[in-house]
Structure formats: C-alpha cells, structure tokens
C-alpha cells in the first residue's frame, strides 16, 4: 500500500478484512473492526469513552503499531494526532483517532483503486 506508516502485514490483513465484506462506506469498515467509540454510563454516573471491541482483535492490534508509526511519518495522521492532544485528548483516545483514520483511509484506497494523496494544507 501507499499509505505511509502502513506495512505489507497491515496491509494483508486491511485487504483480507475490507474484501470478504461489502462494505458501502468507510464508517461501516471502522464499525466492523472496533474503532467507534462507546461511552460507559450508568444514570448520573458518566464514564470514559473506549473502544467498542468488536471484530477482529489481531487487526486492531496491528492498526495500533501502525497508528503509532503514521503518527510520525503520516502528515494527516500526525496532525490529527496533535490536534486532537492540544485539545485535551488524552494520547490513547488521540491514537485510537488515529486507527480509526488509518481504516478509512485504507478503505478508500482499495475502494478506488488509487494511490495514497495526502489531504493536509499547508499552513
């Protein structure tokens, strides 16, 4: 793949996941693998949001050491990523962004057949 901190592993398990399943939009890949948030409350007691851990657990593993690579070599990652903690994210919740970036950009690569184009404008 052309994504910049995504590797051939990644990539086999990205291609062998988003091909067995016809997903129509990027949000319902990030769904299928885990990567949306949920929110733990209880009447007035509000909780942390986590990952809803559903799908494939060694994939998600393996977004994580990806996230943590893009983070410095992904121009759209990395400036999420920093956004996202200058806001008061905490590091985990803004690399949890980052897994959820990286399956949809992923997804959009293989859905149209192109080469990685980073979004970012520069400032």
Not at 57 to 69: N, Q, S, T
Not at 70 to 80: E, G, V, W
Request: contains cysteine; proline residues 4%; glycine residues 8%.
């Amino acid at each position: 793949m052309s994504i910049p901190g995504i590797g051939h592993v990644v990539s086999r398990e990205m291609i062998a996941v988003l091909r067995s399943r016809q997903f129509s939009q990027a949000s319902q890949a990030a769904a299928f693998i885990g990567l949306v948030p949920r929110l733990w409350e209880s009447g007035k007691m509000k909780g942390r949001t986590t990952l809803c851990k559903n799908g494939p657990g060694r994939l998600r593993a393996k977004l994580y050491m990806a996230a943590v690579v893009a983070k410095q070599h992904n121009p759209d990652i990395k400036s999420q990523y920093t956004r996202l903690v200058k806001a008061g994210k905490t590091k985990m919740q803004a690399l949890g962004a980052a897994m959820r970036k990286l399956a949809q950009i992923c997804f959009g690569v293989l859905k149209h057949q192109c080469e990685y184009q980073p979004q970012l404008v520069n400032k």
